[in-house]
């Protein structure tokens, strides 16, 4: 689920940007969109165009979507969940926090070791912090791939009106099969709002989408 991409980031500038964490918040986002939230890059927001945030995301040399701070309280984690778009992750701070692939059950511990990592959001997983300190990461979205081939346009929506019901639901049951198809490159132009996602498909995969219908999710070609 990690895989090691590049390294040697400096553990001094990664305990400068610890130290700058003045206030505790579940998610700090870093950057702003330059135009599609998605599809491309992000740029740094003014307030840290001197800090050592953008020395850090600065490391990672690759394009990069939306950026943030990511705290993890003690004895906290995440319900099970995947994402469309994969991640690249930094760890800044914690002590016996990890990150677990619930698909195979490995547990996979987060160091502040200088690393930048990639991670396969599409499994289904969760982060939990055992430990006594505040685990901060630093998340970057990598921006979602186009389709060059003949496609045609797909909504899924929610048959509930619970909304909680259906972000869990949509994370764990269609989530694996868009971040799959992303990868495919057979996504295009994805949108979403509170009740439904639109994208263009790549026509070879009209079964495969069409496979994720059921009493909670619609698909309409």
Not at 66 to 83: F, M, V, W
Not at 166 to 177: G, H, K, M, T, W
Not at 199 to 209: M, V
Request: hydrophobic residues 35%; glycine residues 4%; contains cysteine.
């Amino acid at each position: 689920m990690l895989t090691h991409i590049c390294s040697n980031v400096n553990l001094d500038l990664i305990q400068s940007a610890k130290n700058s964490i003045f206030v505790e918040e579940f998610r700090s986002t870093l950057n702003e969109p330059t135009g599609d939230f998605f599809y491309d890059e992000w740029t740094i927001k003014p307030e840290y165009k001197n800090s050592p945030w953008k020395e850090l995301l600065d490391t990672l040399p690759f394009p990069k979507g939306e950026a943030r701070i990511i705290q993890l309280k003690p004895g906290t984690c995440y319900t099970s969940h995947s994402d469309i778009d994969d991640r690249y992750h930094l760890n800044i701070s914690g002590t016996n926090s990890y990150l677990i692939d619930l698909d195979t059950q490995d547990m996979h511990k987060l160091e502040t070791d200088g690393n930048w990592y990639e991670m396969d959001a599409g499994k289904l997983h969760t982060a939990v912090n055992f430990g006594r300190e505040v685990r901060n990461q630093l998340v970057v979205r990598k921006l979602l791939n186009r389709t060059k081939n003949k496609s045609v346009k797909v909504e899924i929506k929610t048959t509930t009106d619970n909304a909680d019901l259906a972000r869990y639901e949509f994370d764990n049951q269609i989530s694996p099969v868009l971040n799959l198809l992303n990868k495919k490159c057979a996504l295009d132009n994805f949108k979403h709002n509170s009740h439904s996602v639109s994208f263009d498909l790549d026509e070879g995969y009209i079964d495969t989408i069409k496979s994720v219908s059921n009493n909670l999710f619609k698909v309409i070609l």
